[in-house]
């Protein structure tokens, strides 16, 4: 079993910046990928970003190429979404999650292990 609580979610204007973390605890975190999603209200959760075991691969979802940058520290079982130049459309609950694999994926049913979530919301 692993557990993962995310935080550093909250209030940013449009254009601001927030740095999300999602802590793992329980089996071992490193050796498996993780990946970020987001579900806003009434909609699906969707993909946002993606890295393998070892931080050497990450993919992103086009909506957030070059704002968002997904990393790891493997060291403190902790992952990490910096999220710069903030949209009032990325207003949403962003969930950390990860799988018994060393690769990321962007769909989510391949993941194994989900955090809580953190209310991310940008104002215009």
């Known amino acids: 079993q692993v557990q993962l609580v995310e935080s550093g979610g909250g209030f940013v204007q449009a254009g601001g910046s927030l740095r999300l973390s999602c802590v793992a605890s329980?089996?071992?975190?490193?050796?498996?990928?993780m990946g970020w999603f987001r579900q806003a209200p009434g909609k699906e959760r969707e993909f946002v970003a993606t890295?393998?075991?070892?931080?050497?691969?990450?993919n992103y979802a086009d909506s957030v190429k070059g704002r968002f940058t997904i990393s790891r520290d493997n060291t403190k079982n902790t992952g990490y979404l910096q999220m710069n130049s903030l949209k009032p459309e990325d207003t949403a609950v962003y969930y950390c999650?990860?799988?018994?694999?060393?690769?990321?994926?962007?769909?989510?049913?391949?993941?194994?292990?989900w955090g809580q979530g953190t209310q991310v919301t940008v104002s215009s």
């Open positions: 999650a990860t799988r018994m694999s060393r690769t990321g994926t962007s769909r989510s049913a391949s993941y194994d292990y």
């Open positions: 329980g089996r071992t975190f490193s050796g498996y990928g």
């Open positions: 890295i393998s075991w070892s931080g050497g691969s990450t």
